[in-house]
């Protein structure tokens, strides 16, 4: 059946767009009717695995459940009366709702002990179930306003000082950050065909492996969820990108956050890549320092970016790269769905760039040890997907580098992974794994707890794979890649 997939996908050039989203869409049913309909506990990430770092030894004792509860922020309208199992529909609300939804992984009465052990293993004695079970509404963050000022300047809404939702959602959020040392706020922005019910679940997954540090957000703006809609969900993921840049101001200004890092995935990344690029133009006469500072946008992770690779090049000479401190670009030669995206637009996703990457490009990226291009194909080597496009979060290899940057901030080589192409981006060699069970986190870093029977030596050096296969790029190459 996989082989059967991959050919199709790779003959879809050769039929008619229409034809192609149809023949799309079946294979999406064909992929969810093989891997079933219950949603289980992601695998765990290669650097969690018993004899590795441990997430989970400064979980506090009130997080020591199996009931991880995340915050939700969503512009999207509340699903019809009656219809609970949803929560909200995939329609564009005018108002932005904060809530709390509680996620249970596994049984109810399976016991922390038990999670924590089966979720640092490799091959699970039981693969806990992910379960949404409950969610509540504290209301609207804030609602549209038309009759404002136009001589003011670009600010919050007014209706953000007095929603007795956003006092009580600001209230919670600065009483958990109160309990940390380090004040970290995760943001997480779903992608294309995502309900509410599947982004928040996957939110509370990562928030897990996170070891329930900080506070943790699922931004869950409007998609339809429906195979065919495809188009309509990369306009409504543009329409949240205003919504998504007050929240952040919202954030930054109100709460006690030292850090705000967000992780975005597919159609989803334009969200934070358009609303850093306004943020940028608002604050154009204060340097990346200040910006950075006032902003507090600490680690961003694109993964399989959806976006094309031209767009994300204005954004960035808007700026957009000058607002977070840290990014990390996940891109894979293997997503077929990119590749499908890409044929469909006519246009190079930025999650599958290669081919548009020449000299200026990459001499552009060895200067950028902040902004880090990774090539996640030999991961993926490892752990054949369907389609590839959700690696972040069910490979090991490429989850265990995703935790390691959110929570650490590290450099790429410091991450154990292997420079390609002189330094200019990175992948993961063939012992990745035992490469990242040794490592050794500087002491400002030590959020991970190492195991005190096991002695940690330091790594050697990172051997260099082969550099790329040369690139022949149609019509010169493309500039300002920053």
């Not at 019910?197 to 409007?222: E, K, M």
């Not at 358009?274 to 680690?299: H, P």
């Not at 290899?397 to 901030?409: E, R």
Request: proline share 7%; net charge positive; aromatic share 10%.
């Amino acid at each position: 059946m996989k082989r059967t997939i991959h050919c199709v996908l790779d003959r879809l050039s050769g039929i008619s767009p229409f034809l192609a989203n149809r023949c799309v869409g079946l294979l999406l049913v064909a992929c969810a009717l093989l891997t079933g309909c219950g949603q289980t506990l992601m695998p765990t990430p290669a650097i969690y695995r018993q004899g590795g770092l441990d997430p989970f030894v400064s979980v506090r004792p009130e997080d020591r459940t199996n009931l991880v509860p995340v915050y939700y922020v969503t512009d999207r309208e509340p699903a019809k009366t009656g219809d609970i199992r949803q929560y909200y529909s995939g329609r564009r609300s005018p108002d932005l709702r904060v809530g709390q939804a509680r996620v249970r992984i596994g049984s109810p009465d399976l016991s922390w002990e038990e999670l924590e052990r089966e979720s640092r293993l490799e091959k699970r004695d039981r693969n806990p179930k992910i379960t949404l079970a409950d969610v509540i509404e504290y209301g609207p963050l804030w609602t549209r306003e038309y009759n404002r000022d136009p001589n003011r300047p670009v600010e919050l809404p007014e209706s953000a000082n007095r929603s007795p939702g956003g006092q009580r959602f600001l209230a919670e959020v600065n009483q958990r950050l109160s309990k940390f040392d380090e004040k970290n706020i995760y943001i997480y922005i779903h992608g294309y065909k995502n309900s509410f019910n599947s982004s928040v679940t996957l939110g509370a997954q990562l928030h897990h492996y996170l070891g329930r540090d900080g506070v943790f957000i699922n931004y869950a703006w409007p998609s339809r969820d429906k195979l065919a809609l495809y188009s309509v969900d990369k306009g409504n993921s543009m329409f949240s990108v205003r919504n998504f840049r007050l929240l952040l101001e919202y954030l930054a200004e109100r709460t006690e956050a030292d850090h705000i890092h967000i992780i975005a995935h597919s159609a989803g990344t334009g969200v934070p890549v358009a609303a850093f690029a306004e943020m940028s133009l608002l604050d154009f006469e204060k340097s990346a320092q200040e910006i950075q500072r006032n902003r507090k946008i600490g680690n961003v992770v694109l993964a399989a970016p959806d976006i094309d690779l031209e767009i994300y090049i204005n954004a960035s000479l808007d700026g957009s790269n000058r607002v977070p401190k840290r990014m990390t670009l996940y891109a894979s030669r293997e997503d077929r769905a990119l590749k499908l995206s890409g044929w469909l637009f006519s246009m190079v996703r930025l999650g599958n760039p290669f081919k548009m990457i020449g000299p200026k490009e990459l001499t552009a990226l060895r200067k950028s040890k902040d902004r880090v291009v990774v090539d996640v194909t030999p991961a993926q080597s490892q752990y054949e997907k369907f389609l590839g496009h959700s690696y972040f979060h069910d490979n090991p290899w490429v989850s265990s580098d995703l935790f390691l940057f959110l929570k650490t901030g590290l450099e790429a080589p410091d991450r154990c992974l292997s420079p390609i192409e002189d330094g200019a981006m990175w992948t993961f060699a063939e012992d990745y794994p035992s490469r990242v069970q040794r490592i050794r986190l500087p002491a400002a870093k030590e959020d991970f707890a190492e195991p005190a029977s096991r002695t940690i030596r330091p790594l050697p050096p990172v051997q260099p794979r082969g550099p790329l296969e040369e690139i022949d790029v149609e019509g010169g190459s493309v500039g300002g890649f920053r």
